[in-house]
């Protein structure tokens, strides 16, 4: 097959550069086209040897000279990436949005992969639907910055496939995304083997490798080692990296008085040779997304001692089998873990030829086939994108018929989800099979969902993978009212409709502990009569006691922008019917001082309260399947002298959530 890699730049050498370039090359090797775009173009030479025939094309030159550098596009924020930096010449600009959507529109590859946040949202915003999408974690989920979360928030369920480098990651996105279309899994990262063999029962190094940061926990290592002195005078403790944090290792070591024994030695290029002369490699991380080097050190035989981080030492190391590990934070635990592999050669040479066996797991060749599974999988998936023919019943029901050709497999669940949080998902039916061949299925009036806009999705119970119900046709139903017109609560809305972003069955479910639907709006000179109906008002046992005879009854015109001032309005309200004129020749005088926009909402006699409140019924029009219309129930503005003498313009108008306002302005 053909796979792209979308990536930040293939001109650098960073972690998630030199993953992509493991991952790419293997891949080239088992015979599949590989090519990478990489967003951002530095040097003339990628520093990183690619496999002969991997394909390396540039979406942005910003190398000196570049004619990209001074088009007016690259100095103007991308539309969907974050972190545009103006004095940053690799910055995430229009112009990349630009080139990024030219490569996704005529790219014939099979797969095209994300390496990075602002990749996977360049990919899920800008891609044609002709391939599978796959995005890649290097951080887990809980590493992500605030800006990198929001933005993988809106990407990844729109998503074919989403990777992580463990297992516990991959759950964690499960948990957090909940039930959408998007397969997670866990591919952990490739380490190639090495003939490199540490001599584990006669060294007396101890080897620490990372960036010198805070939550690498360095100096838990360095106290703990220090703790050692005396019993193990003979070895040595060896900190490889570069890093905020090395003054003030630096400075522990001084007062530790273990200059002689503990060392800091900078960075190294050839990190592994370094690894390969000790007896014990160490990991002192709070977390760690995988631990690179802890795999490092296994392929040349030395055991790992790490701190037991929730995602990638947990899962690499098998506790006294092939290292160990030890409670996170815990200087003494680490020290006594220490002294134990330290006074026992025999036992690291056992571990450490376990842990040889162990690094295999990480080959290249291990992780290629991992993602050949994988990306066949979602191939496989790919062919099941079900289509329906949907209507509304007359009682509330959505029904819809599937096309087989779109939805293959034997067994499958029809599911409601919310499109805010996939968290939220309720089990609405059993698809059936019928003799057309067709699957049937049906959400039911009865089934409860909370207010909202909720994704129809079906679930293949063959592989578990879900999939949102495209809408081929919708009949929808004139009446979205699903509860008892009687006067009982709650009230329910239901509509069914397509969403924006492909034309996917949505149902849209509002509720009410009581409302006020409008029925009609009439203007005639200067005055504006409503008729409405009260849905949810009866005067039931335990409920709120309501006078239905009405006396009293009143519509309140409430200032949007200031809550201290109202006009109210007597009203006719007899059986639920609400009717009321306003005239604006009367009231306008007041009002257009203190705003311009005014809320209508009708208060009833009696009792009637919501969590001890007393409660008005806002004004609102939902009983149809109109969505909006705001623009659609339009009525002209008319222009009235007031009593004052003053001349003003009104209109009533539905708000975006469809409910019912007046614009009040002197006249210009």
């Known amino acids: 097959m053909k796979i792209a890699f979308l990536m930040y730049s293939a001109y650098g050498q960073a972690g998630t550069s030199v993953a992509t370039q493991t991952l790419a090359n293997s891949l080239a090797a088992r015979q599949h086209e590989v090519e990478l775009v990489s967003?951002?173009?530095?040097?003339?030479?990628?520093?990183?040897?690619?496999?002969?025939?991997?394909?390396?094309?540039?979406?942005?030159?910003?190398?000196?000279?570049?004619?990209?550098?001074?088009?007016?596009?690259?100095?103007?924020?991308?539309?969907?990436?974050?972190?545009?930096?103006?004095?940053?010449?690799?910055?995430?600009?229009?112009?990349?949005?630009?080139?990024?959507?030219?490569?996704?529109?005529?790219?014939?590859?099979?797969?095209?992969?994300?390496?990075?946040?602002?990749?996977v949202s360049l990919l899920t915003a800008l891609g044609t639907g002709q391939y599978i999408t796959l995005g890649q974690a290097h951080t887990h989920y809980h590493h992500q910055t605030a800006a990198s979360r929001k933005m993988l928030d809106a990407a990844i369920p729109r998503l074919d496939g989403f990777v992580t480098v463990t297992a516990k990651d991959a759950q964690t996105h499960r948990d957090a995304y909940g039930a959408v279309g998007t397969v997670f899994h866990a591919i952990p990262n490739a380490v190639p083997g090495t003939f490199l063999r540490a001599d584990v029962h006669g060294s007396r190094i101890v080897t620490a490798s990372g960036r010198l940061v805070d939550w690498k926990r360095f100096d838990l290592l360095v106290n703990a080692f220090s703790q050692l002195g005396r019993k193990h005078p003979d070895w040595t403790l060896r900190i490889y990296g570069s890093g905020d944090e090395k003054p003030k290792l630096r400075k522990l070591i001084d007062d530790l008085g273990a200059n002689e024994r503990i060392l800091l030695m900078g960075h190294t290029r050839h990190l592994r040779e370094e690894l390969a002369k000790a007896a014990l490699h160490t990991s002192t991380s709070t977390d760690e997304t995988f631990g690179l080097t802890i795999v490092e050190a296994m392929t040349c035989g030395v055991p790992v001692l790490s701190t037991a981080g929730p995602h990638g030492p947990s899962e690499i190391i098998s506790d006294g089998v092939d290292g160990a590990l030890s409670p996170v934070g815990d200087v003494d635990a680490f020290a006594k873990n220490l002294d134990w592999l330290l006074s026992d050669a025999d036992l690291r040479v056992q571990l450490g030829s376990n842990a040889v066996e162990k690094s295999r797991h990480y080959s290249n060749e291990s992780q290629a086939q991992a993602y050949e599974t994988y990306l066949s999988r979602l191939?496989?998936?790919?062919?099941?994108?079900?289509?329906?023919?949907?209507?509304?019943?007359?009682?509330?029901?959505?029904?819809?018929?599937?096309?087989?050709?779109?939805?293959?497999?034997?067994?499958?669940?029809?599911?409601?989800?919310?499109?805010?949080?996939?968290?939220?998902?309720?089990?609405?039916?059993?698809?059936?099979?019928?003799?057309?061949?067709?699957?049937?299925?049906s959400v039911p009036a009865q089934l409860r969902l909370a207010p909202g806009t909720w994704n129809v999705l079906l679930r293949r119970e063959d592989d578990g993978v879900m999939r949102r119900v495209k809408v081929n046709e919708l009949q929808q139903s004139a009446n979205s009212l699903i509860s008892s017109p009687a006067h009982a609560g709650p009230v329910q809305f239901r509509t069914f409709t397509r969403s924006e972003d492909g034309g996917y069955l949505q149902i849209v479910s509002r509720e009410f502990h009581a409302h006020a639907e409008v029925l009609s709006v009439e203007a005639t000179g200067s005055h504006l009569n409503i008729q409405s109906y009260v849905l949810g008002v009866a005067a039931a046992a335990g409920g709120p006691q309501v006078d239905l005879a009405g006396q009293g009854a009143h519509v309140i015109a409430q200032s949007r922008k200031n809550a201290d001032s109202f006009v109210t309005i007597p009203c006719a309200f007899s059986n639920g019917g609400a009717s009321f004129t306003i005239d604006l020749q009367q009231y306008a005088d007041r009002m257009v001082d203190v705003d311009t926009i005014w809320d209508l909402s009708l208060s009833i006699p009696g009792n009637l309260t919501v969590s001890g409140e007393a409660h008005r019924l806002r004004l609102g029009r939902f009983?149809?399947?109109?969505?909006?219309?705001?623009?659609?129930?339009?009525?002209?503005?008319?222009?009235?002298?007031?009593?004052?003498?003053?001349?003003?313009?009104?209109n009533p108008y539905y708000t975006d959530s469809n409910y019912l306002s007046i614009g009040l302005k002197p006249a210009s």
């Not at 040897?49 to 100095?75: K, W």
Request: aromatic letters at 6%; charged letters at 25%.
């Open 379 to 441: 191939l496989t998936a790919r062919a099941y994108r079900p289509e329906a023919l949907c209507r509304a019943t007359p009682a509330g029901d959505l029904e819809f018929a599937v096309d087989p050709a779109r939805a293959p497999g034997s067994r499958f669940t029809v599911l409601c989800v919310n499109a805010a949080d996939g968290r939220q998902a309720l089990l609405a039916a059993q698809a059936e099979q019928a003799a057309d061949g067709h699957l049937y299925a």
């Open 39 to 119: 967003v951002f173009q530095y040097h003339d030479v990628p520093p990183l040897r690619f496999a002969p025939g991997i394909r390396l094309r540039t979406l942005v030159d910003t190398r000196g000279g570049s004619p990209d550098l001074t088009n007016p596009l690259h100095s103007t924020a991308s539309q969907h990436c974050t972190g545009f930096k103006a004095d940053d010449k690799n910055r995430y600009s229009r112009l990349m949005d630009e080139r990024a959507a030219a490569y996704l529109e005529s790219s014939d590859a099979d797969v095209i992969i994300a390496t990075a946040p602002n990749t």
């Open 623 to 650: 009983g149809d399947e109109i969505m909006q219309r705001k623009h659609i129930h339009v009525y002209p503005k008319r222009t009235i002298t007031t009593v004052g003498g003053r001349s003003v313009t009104f």
